[in-house]
């Protein structure tokens, strides 16, 4: 179900940790963090997809898949937040947006509810920065400790356990949690204080943009053009245009294949965010403002969960 590739994990202390979303995402992080011997707890809203989790990755004696390494701790099932987080040292977090972080850790049910004083939150989820800080500041209050954490690495980066984790927040709560976070992730770095994280990830994605539509633009003329694109792509991807969107979506886009992972819908909602934090900063990002629009175009073909390359659908 989780679609794991187990590799080898660094020793760290064994700790207890939840988990709080398990979609594309979260439930190959929570299973990684299993596999590396911490005692996992997990919560879903859709409580089938915990349950299920669990049974698959029951303890070394039950077990369903004898290409898993054996795990020390089964992997346990909470009905709400606030059980998921209570006993934990790590609260960990992966869900869709602003609005449904805050039902996750605000209110009677909420891990904020259930942890105890020093516990660190570590959100996962691609937010604004402004929800980051709230949290930040919210946790505080309560004698907690908040990481705001986006990553880069798609579902594949997720599987196989090598995702990039971007940090906002303070020296001592990101220490304590980086060794944890490796057990999923081949790089976690603190960027700065609250929200410094999730403003790195907004970085990321304005460059992405612009690579996608360039290379896009590309292919499509190539392709107009006659000439053999995979050829071309193959000496032009040797030199100064080369790079991980041309070297991994090149030829998919040539090949009109767009199921590779980040979907068109979660490209929106993050350039979304983008542009509400450039109105906020002042940023001027002409190019990424147009991209945007190219993808709602893209949405219209009907191409809301194909992956972000499709971009020259719009082109054809």
């Known amino acids: 179900m989780a679609s794991i590739q187990p590799r080898s994990y660094e020793p760290t202390a064994a700790r207890k940790v ?4 398990l979609g594309v995402m979260g439930t190959p992080m929570a299973a990684h963090l299993a596999l590396a011997g911490h005692a996992v707890t997990v919560y879903n809203r859709t409580a089938s997809k915990s349950i299920a989790l ?39 977090c992966c869900v869709g947006n602003d609005d449904d972080l805050r039902s ?24 604004s920065a402004e929800v980051a800080r709230e949290l930040y500041g919210a946790a505080r209050t309560l004698g907690l400790r908040f990481i705001d954490a986006p990553v880069s690495g798609g579902q594949a980066g ?10 906002g927040g303070d020296g001592a709560a990101f220490a304590a ?18 929200g410094s994280g999730q403003l790195a990830k907004m970085v990321k994605q304005i460059c992405i943009a612009g690579l996608l539509q360039g290379l896009a633009e590309g292919v499509a003329f190539g392709q107009h053009a006659g000439l053999d694109m995979a050829q071309v792509l193959a000496v032009i991807g040797q030199g100064a245009a080369q790079s991980w969107q041309m070297q991994n979506r090149g030829q998919t886009m040539v090949d009109g294949k767009f199921d590779f992972g980040f ?6 909602k993050d350039l979304g965010l983008v542009l509400d934090e450039a109105k906020r900063n002042g940023a001027r990002l002409p190019v ?13 073909l009907g191409g809301r969960r194909w992956d972000t390359s499709s971009l020259i659908k719009r082109l054809a």
């Open 18 to 21: 939840a988990f709080l979303g």
């Open 177 to 194: 949690m980086q060794p944890v976070a490796l057990s999923f992730a081949r790089a976690v770095t603190l960027l700065g204080a609250s």
């Open 158 to 167: 997720a599987q196989n356990g090598q995702l990039t984790v971007m940090c």
């Open 54 to 92: 669990c049974a698959e990755y029951a303890g070394a004696s039950g077990q369903k898949h004898p290409i898993t390494p054996p795990i020390a701790h089964p992997i346990k099932h909470a009905e709400t937040p606030r059980l998921a987080a209570q006993g934990a040292d790590l609260v960990f």
């Open 288 to 300: 990424t403002a147009l991209v945007d629009q190219f993808y709602a175009d893209v949405q219209q």
């Open 104 to 127: 996750v850790t605000l209110g009677a049910d909420g891990a904020f509810a259930g942890m105890e004083p020093g516990t660190i939150f570590i959100d996962h989820t691609t937010t």
């Open 263 to 268: 979907a068109v819908d979660w490209m929106r």
